[in-house]
């Protein structure tokens, strides 16, 4: 199934039901259902998306309620239409760096940022209401010592339980 950008990141609802595509060029998301049967993909009404920035690294919330990407230099999030699965973005959540990969522990409600420039880690907690992100104290953490004077740029980010 062809998408309108250049995907740059893939990620799958908990229910295994829907994929979606983060892309640049133009900046949006493509939004799939998946047939169970076959691993077919249909593209979801409306799909895509539009995102404001450039975006990369989705990842999606235990409740499969907010879809969340990072732009380069926040996280951008979006509000997933239960009955549809249509996306709608609801704006941004202001890091400390530049947020270039993300990784959520949707157990917890914690949402962790990489900025690849500063080498370190931002934790936002996740309001279970509302899905806004607040920056928790403390953050951002070094990933090492002396981190912010290295040009190391690493690019990846996971949490697994």
Avoid: W
Avoid at 43 to 55: C, E, L, T, V
């Amino acid at each position: 199934m062809p998408t309108g950008g250049s995907p740059n990141g893939l990620v799958v609802d908990h229910t295994a039901t829907h994929l979606y595509a983060a892309e640049s060029q133009p900046n949006e998301v493509s939004g799939f259902s998946i047939n169970s049967s076959t691993g077919a993909l249909t593209a979801i009404p409306g799909s895509p998306f539009s995102a404001s920035y450039p975006i990369h690294s989705p990842v999606i919330d235990a409740e499969d309620k907010r879809l969340h990407v990072a732009n380069g230099t926040d996280v951008d999030c979006f509000l997933v239409d239960a009955s549809s699965s249509a996306l709608t973005e609801i704006g941004l959540s202001h890091t400390n760096g530049r947020a270039v990969a993300l990784a959520l522990d949707g157990p917890d409600n914690f949402l962790y940022a990489l900025d690849n420039v500063g080498n370190q880690i931002e934790v936002f907690s996740i309001d279970p209401t509302g899905g806004s992100l607040t920056l928790i104290t403390g953050s951002p953490f070094a990933l090492f010592p002396g981190a912010g004077s290295q040009s190391l740029g690493p690019n990846a980010i996971s949490v697994q339980h």
